[in-house]
T-cell receptor, first 115, second 112 residues
Framework: AQSVSQHNHHVILSEAASLELGCNYS??????LFWYVQYPGQHLQLLLK??????LVKGIKGFEAEFIKSKFSFNLRKPSVQWSDTAEYFC?????????????FGKGTKLSVIP | ETGVTQSPTHLIKTRGQQVTLRCSSQ?????VSWYQQALGQGPQFIFQ???????GRGNFPPRFSGLQFPNYSSELNVNALELDDSALYLC???????????FGPGTRLTVT
C-alpha cells in the first residue's frame, strides 16, 4: 500500500534556527508531492507542491522542499524559523495511475518555535 | 474569491444516528474530496466526486456515502454512527482530479 512517513512527531526550535522536516514516500511510480500546514485553529493550507521539473521547490512564507527520487524523500526546509511558524506540518503524496485522485498523508509533525 | 466552506462547524451525535455534512467548493472548482482526520493523525481519504460522479473511494465502509450537486457543492452522509467516527471531517476542492486540493476548515463530529 502507498504510504507517507514523517520522521518527527514533535520538533521544538528556537527562533532563527534552521528547520528540516523529513518526509519519505513509498515507491509507486510517478508521484506528486505536497506539504500542507495547519496553524492553530486554522484549516490546512498548501505550502508547496512538486509535480515535475526542478526538484527544488519554493513555497510560501520562505519554505522550500527538495525532491530526491533516489531516496524517496521530500524534506521541508526553512533557513530561519519564526514564532509564527508554530503549526502542524503534513506531507502528502498523490500517485499516478489507479488511485491518482487521492492524497495520502503522513501523520504530521508538530513544530513549536520558542521566542 | 471565496474559499472552501463547510457546515456545520461542530456536531454531536449519538451512536446509531445518521449525519450529513456539507461542503461548498471554491469558485471554479469541479472536484471535491472528503477526508477523515482522527486526533493525532493525518487526513485519510474517504472519496472524491468529479462532476457529480464518485471518482474514487478509500477504505471506508458503504455507510459513508456522498453526493455532489450541479453547483459542485457536496454532502457527506454517514449512517449508523459509531464511536470511532468521531473525527474532524475535511472537504477539499480542486480544479480537476489532478490539481492541487484546497481544504475547508472542517466539521468536528463527536459521537457519544
Amino acid at each position: 500500500a502507498q504510504s507517507v512517513s514523517q520522521h518527527n512527531h514533535h520538533v521544538i526550535l528556537s527562533e532563527a534556527a534552521s528547520l528540516e522536516l523529513g518526509c519519505n514516500y513509498s515507491y509507486g511510480g510517478t508521484v506528486n508531492l505536497f506539504w500542507y500546514v495547519q496553524y492553530p485553529g486554522q484549516h490546512l493550507q498548501l505550502l508547496l507542491k512538486y509535480f515535475s521539473g526542478d526538484p527544488l521547490v519554493k513555497g510560501i512564507k520562505g519554505f522550500e522542499a527538495e525532491f530526491i527520487k533516489s531516496k524517496f524523500s521530500f524534506n521541508l526546509r526553512k533557513p530561519s524559523v519564526q514564532w509564527s511558524d508554530t503549526a502542524e506540518y503534513f506531507c502528502a503524496a498523490r500517485y499516478s495511475g489507479a488511485g491518482s485522485y487521492q492524497l495520502t498523508f503522513g501523520k504530521g509533525t508538530k513544530l513549536s518555535v520558542i521566542p | 474569491e471565496t474559499g472552501v466552506t463547510q457546515s456545520p462547524t461542530h456536531l454531536i451525535k449519538t451512536r446509531g444516528q445518521q449525519v450529513t455534512l456539507r461542503c461548498s467548493s471554491q469558485s471554479g472548482h469541479n472536484t471535491v474530496s472528503w477526508y477523515q482526520q482522527a486526533l493525532g493523525q493525518g487526513p485519510q481519504f474517504i472519496f472524491q466526486y468529479y462532476r457529480e460522479e464518485e471518482n474514487g473511494r478509500g477504505n471506508f465502509p458503504p455507510r459513508f456515502s456522498g453526493l455532489q450537486f450541479p453547483n459542485y457543492s457536496s454532502e457527506l452522509n454517514v449512517n449508523a454512527l459509531e464511536l470511532d467516527d468521531s473525527a474532524l471531517y475535511l472537504c477539499a476542492s480542486s480544479q480537476g482530479v489532478d490539481y492541487e486540493q484546497y481544504f475547508g476548515p472542517g466539521t468536528r463530529l463527536t459521537v457519544t
